[in-house]
């Protein structure tokens, strides 16, 4: 295994991230959803994209901390504002043709705080304006990918019992085990692991299972699944053939349930982080396909 200084690990990460989570192509446009922190990341993906011979490169800047001053400080009621200028020009570049890029660098339990049905309409709105542009990402009608930039708050929750500086560099090394950048090829190692995903999902597309169940502390759940369903994995193509891994790193094979095949109690073993707030130790029952009951010991109102 290859021994890289942090900044050679952070410019193979960029490099891969252009050329194996977007494959981007030449002559197309690329479009950045970045948060402030990522930014050095940001610029070398930018380097890049523009090496493979993109024309432009816009980037769209992200800064959870004006979120939060938002919620405190803007007036009530107006939390359905939104800038809808942003989602007309994404969308424009989708449907030019464009890629399109998502940096994660959230902080989690910034959003503590804050009245939770104020972050649920702001993320309402924000979804409701984008949908268009969110239509055609789900339909593959362009080639994108979300990767990961940990923050200072991120590594303390992961890595609590570490110094400040032990955290972030653990939860950097982390990042790039599993994204296979300490791999001396990591192309060649993301090849080949995208080549035993799509093995897996045909084996188990192949089989047609009628149910699967998941079963765990406080896990009991069955998931029927439709027939001739199919499954996938480690990516896909754009409707014009253009392959792409939309998560870096992705270690999943995945299908469509059975919408009204549910049934049963699942608990989650780790805490979700949503829109900036933490939901802990919670658990869903389901029947028929319908929550019936959530229950959780913080952020069960959000």
Request: with cysteine.
């Amino acid at each position: 295994m290859a021994d890289f200084s942090f900044d050679k690990n952070l410019d193979r990460y960029a490099e891969l991230t252009v050329k194996v989570g977007i494959n981007l192509q030449p002559g197309q446009r690329l479009l950045i959803n970045a948060p402030l922190l990522s930014a050095p990341f940001t610029r070398l993906v930018a380097r890049h994209a523009y090496r493979i011979g993109a024309p432009y490169v816009d980037v769209t800047w992200v800064d959870e901390q004006l979120k939060l001053i938002r919620l405190q400080h803007a007036p009530r009621g107006t939390f359905e504002e939104y800038p809808t200028y942003l989602a007309e020009g994404w969308t424009k570049h989708a449907q030019d043709g464009g890629a399109a890029l998502g940096i994660t660098s959230e902080d989690p339990g910034l959003l503590a705080d804050p009245d939770p049905d104020d972050i649920a309409t702001i993320e309402k709105t924000r979804m409701k304006h984008l949908d268009e542009f969110y239509n055609l990402l789900g339909n593959n009608c362009f080639n994108w990918s979300m990767v990961s930039y940990p923050t200072p708050a991120w590594a303390k929750k992961v890595f609590p019992d570490l110094s400040p500086r032990e955290q972030e560099s653990q939860l950097w090394e982390a990042i790039f085990q599993i994204c296979r950048i300490n791999e001396a090829d990591p192309t060649s190692a993301w090849q080949s692991h995208i080549a035993t995903l799509k093995a897996r999902a045909k084996y188990m597309t192949a089989k047609q299972y009628a149910v699967l169940q998941f079963l765990g502390s406080g896990t009991n759940l069955t998931i029927g699944l439709a027939e001739q369903h199919r499954w996938n994995g480690g990516g896909e193509r754009t409707r014009g053939g253009v392959f792409f891994t939309g998560n870096l790193p992705t270690e999943e094979i995945y299908c469509l349930p059975h919408r009204e095949r549910i049934d049963g109690h699942v608990s989650a073993s780790m805490p979700l982080n949503r829109s900036g707030a933490l939901v802990e130790d919670f658990s869903l029952h389901f029947e028929h396909g319908h929550v019936t009951q959530v229950e959780a010991r913080q952020g069960k109102e959000l």
